[in-house]
Structure formats: C-alpha cells, structure tokens
C-alpha cells in the first residue's frame, strides 16, 4: 500500500483547502519544493502534487513551482490540475512527472484520457472527485450528472494506470477517508484506486490495512500531516510492518 503525501499549490504556496474552496485556504509552507524534500526524507515513496489554480484556469499555473518541486525530489511525483489537452501531458511527462492526473479532461473529453493512457502506458491516472455520489469538475467547481461509478467503468478497458477517488465532503476537514465508498467503487472496475479526502491520523491508516480494503492502491493525505496529527515514520512503520504488498 502506498501513502501519497500531498502537495497543493495556490499562488506559489503549499496549501490545503477545506471541501474544495479556494476561499478556505490554509497556508502551510512558502516553499512547495523543500516540503517535498522533506516527505522524501521522512521515507515517502511517492508525492502527489495538485495545481489548484490550474484546475481552475483550465491550464497550468504554477508550473514554476512543480519544476522546483522536480528539481528537489528523486522520488515518482503524480501531478493533477489544468491538464486538459496531450500537448500538457506530453509536456509534464517530458519534464519528468511520471503520472499526469486527468479530472475534468475525463469527463468532457473521455478520447484524449484513451488516447493518452494508449500513448503513454502506465503514466494516465483519473481522478474522480464525488460531492454526493455526482462528480465534480473545474476545480469541483461544477457538478455533473455523472455518478463516480459511471465514470470510472468508462474507463475499464483504456489502460489507466489508477482512479483517484476523492469525497469532496470530507476533503480536508478530517473526518476520516470515506472507505466503504471508495472500496465499493474498487470492487466494480479492475483499475487500481487510491483513496483521498478526510484522512484523519493513525487510525486511518489502520483501517486501510484491514483486510477488507486490501484491494486499494492506496491513499492520499495532507492536512493530517501538516497539522502534525500523523506521525509520518509511525505511519509508514505501519505500512511495513503490515506486510502489505507495495502496488504501483
């Protein structure tokens, strides 16, 4: 299993949001590049970084800072937000990011997420982010009619190396992940799906590694670690000592 700690960029700034709302931004380092320096440091395997304002925009804005990011850290980095078109994931890919996270892109042009998971095997993950079952884009600043299950068996059979599902609900408000949801969708395609939103501390980790969730790639945090309420050496001595498979 692996943990993803997450890096989301605002204006330059590392920042965690409450539900999505960029309005609800807490500030928790100036410097994107050297917090992944130190998640690499504390034994992460992977970093997963978002481009808040890129969601928004629909193209990438903080490109400076995600190039520091890559400049600092030896370790795989997943990177979403504002990737819209093969031109972006072809650029990204080329700069050294290893999976390009399509949210918005999967919903309203289904073709380019196939054609790039066809391109470029093992580098397109989907992210599906759910308010109430629906799927949220823009920057979950939309809300469409598709249900999260919907989307994720229309792409059963692209080649997507993994589905991000995220509650939005319970997305920075720690609250623990929503794992029964997640694990449900899991069970319904054979892509790989990674858990985000909500998680709250050890005992999240934990549950993870319960039996019943082992079809789970992993998960996704972020306020529990900068709020300090995850230890992350006892998160990943858990891990280890679980003797869960490493996916991915």
Not at 201 to 223: C, F, K, N, S
Request: glycine share 10%.
């Amino acid at each position: 299993m692996i943990l993803f700690p997450a890096i989301d960029l605002k204006d330059g700034q590392c920042v965690r949001l409450r539900q999505g709302e960029m309005a609800q931004a807490t500030v928790f380092s100036a410097d994107p590049a050297a917090q992944a320096r130190a998640f690499e440091e504390q034994g992460f395997e992977w970093l997963h970084v978002v481009d808040l304002n890129g969601a928004f925009a629909g193209k990438p804005v903080n490109a400076q800072a995600v190039e520091a990011i890559l400049a600092k850290v030896h370790i795989p980095v997943q990177l979403g937000g504002g990737i819209r078109d093969l031109d972006t994931i072809v650029a990204w890919l080329d700069k050294g990011i290893d999976r390009v996270i399509l949210g918005t892109a999967a919903v309203r042009d289904p073709h380019l997420v196939r054609e790039a998971a066809r391109d470029f095997p093992g580098c397109i993950v989907v992210g599906i982010d759910a308010r109430d079952g629906k799927v949220a884009i823009e920057g979950w600043a939309e809300t469409s009619e598709m249900t999260a299950l919907d989307l994720a068996r229309r792409f059963e059979d692209a080649g997507v190396s993994a589905i991000i599902h995220t509650d939005i609900a319970r997305d920075g408000v720690m609250e623990g992940l929503n794992l029964d949801a997640t694990a449900e969708l899991a069970r319904a395609v054979t892509i790989p799906v990674i858990a985000s939103g909500g998680l709250a501390g050890l005992e999240d980790v934990h549950r993870l590694l319960q039996p019943r969730y082992a079809m789970l790639e992993g998960a996704i945090t972020g306020r529990a670690l900068y709020d300090g309420r995850l230890d992350p050496r006892e998160a990943l001595a858990l891990i280890a000592a679980s003797g869960r498979p490493r996916q991915g």
